[in-house]
């Protein structure tokens, strides 16, 4: 499953489809300090990067390729000012 809901915690792996983003986004509604964790994600579809951004997530673990944390960094920090991890 590439969206494992924790406690406080959203963990992505692998590819995360568009059909992840409904209940990502009802999860994230009813979890608002939860923290999401990247770093086993090799692939995410836009209207989840959506999600996350309009929920100003906090990102504890970024994903392991450097072309994917770049572009999720600088779409989920913007107005941040700084890098978590």
Same mark, same amino acid.
Request: charged share 20%.
């Given at each position: *499953? ?5 406690? @406080?915690?959203?963990?992505? #792996? ?10 990502? $986004?009802?999860?994230?509604?009813? @979890? ?20 996350? *951004?309009?929920? &100003?997530?906090?990102?504890?673990? !970024?994903?392991?390729?450097? @072309?994917?944390?770049? !572009?999720?960094?600088?779409?989920? $920090?913007?107005?941040?000012?700084? #890098? @978590? &991890?």
């Amino acid at each position: *499953m590439p969206v494992d809901y924790k406690k @406080n915690k959203v963990v992505f #792996s692998d590819e995360v489809a568009v059909d992840d983003a409904e209940k990502l $986004l009802e999860w994230i509604q009813k @979890n608002t300090s939860a923290k999401a964790d990247l770093a086993a994600c090799t692939h995410i579809h836009p209207a989840n990067i959506q999600v996350l *951004m309009a929920a &100003g997530i906090q990102v504890c673990a !970024w994903p392991q390729d450097t @072309n994917l944390r770049a !572009w999720l960094e600088s779409a989920l $920090l913007i107005g941040k000012g700084s #890098s @978590n &991890g």
